[in-house]
């Protein structure tokens, strides 16, 4: 079965440090997503992406955040200057539709220290 | 606030028996799905019901969606010990994002 495949699965950062979070969604899919989880809290929304350009993007989307699809398989997240507060798990997400169900990676668990 | 809210937030039971859990939510909807969550791990996607929809099955899974009431239930039959898990409903309204739930935590003991 296709899955998203998200790498690194762990990653450790200096407070300030920019990182880049990559996704590789399912080939035939047209969105794909970021969400984020702070442990022990809901799964939050981050971005939408669609036909090469951010559909939607929630509160903490600041400017520190940015997404990119640089080829035809790949979709990154870098944060700019990661804070403590960034520390979470990221997952990326890709569907064949908007009234579709989503498949989700398993996730980068970023710890900023 | 659109998002759904799960009901009960965790729940025990034994192998075999069924699992029940709610989800309510506050604001019109395009779809809701249901989603399970293993320890540290990702998301798997279970089941989306639309709007016009009221009922839906995929394998021991049964969905329910009333729209009146705003709610929706996931059942799980004859529950295993590898359905333990998280499992968060999901709503999505006018821009089709869904927004999650805190979840339920089931353990399910054999």
């Known amino acids: 079965e296709p899955e998203v495949t998200q790498t690194p699965s762990h990653q450790v950062t200096q407070m300030g440090q920019e990182v880049i979070l990559r996704c590789v969604p399912i080939s035939n899919h047209l969105y794909f997503y970021w969400y984020r989880q702070i442990l022990g809290q809901k799964v939050e929304f981050l971005v939408s992406?669609?036909?090469?350009?951010?559909?939607?993007k929630s509160e903490i989307f600041d400017d520190q955040f940015s997404v990119e699809r640089p080829d035809g398989s790949n979709f990154t997240l870098k944060i700019r200057s990661t804070k403590l507060e960034d520390s979470a798990m990221y997952f990326c997400a890709s569907s064949q539709g908007l009234d579709y169900g989503y498949t989700f990676g398993s996730g980068t668990r970023l710890t900023v220290v | 606030s659109q998002q759904g809210e799960e009901d009960p937030q965790a729940l025990s039971i034994q192998e075999g028996e069924n699992a029940t859990m709610n989800c309510s939510y506050k604001t019109s909807i395009n779809n809701l799905q249901w989603y399970r969550q293993n320890s540290g791990r990702g998301l798997v996607h279970l089941i989306l019901i639309r709007s016009n929809e009221r009922e839906k099955h995929s394998g021991r899974l049964r969905v329910t969606l009333d729209t009146s009431k705003k709610s929706s239930s996931l059942l799980i039959t004859a529950s295993r010990a590898a359905d333990t898990a998280s499992y968060f409903c999901?709503?999505?309204?006018?821009?089709?994002?869904?927004?999650f739930g805190r979840g339920t935590s089931l353990i399910v003991h054999p």
């Open positions: 999901a709503t999505s309204g006018g821009s089709y994002i869904p927004t």
């Open positions: 992406f669609y036909n090469n350009e951010i559909s939607e």
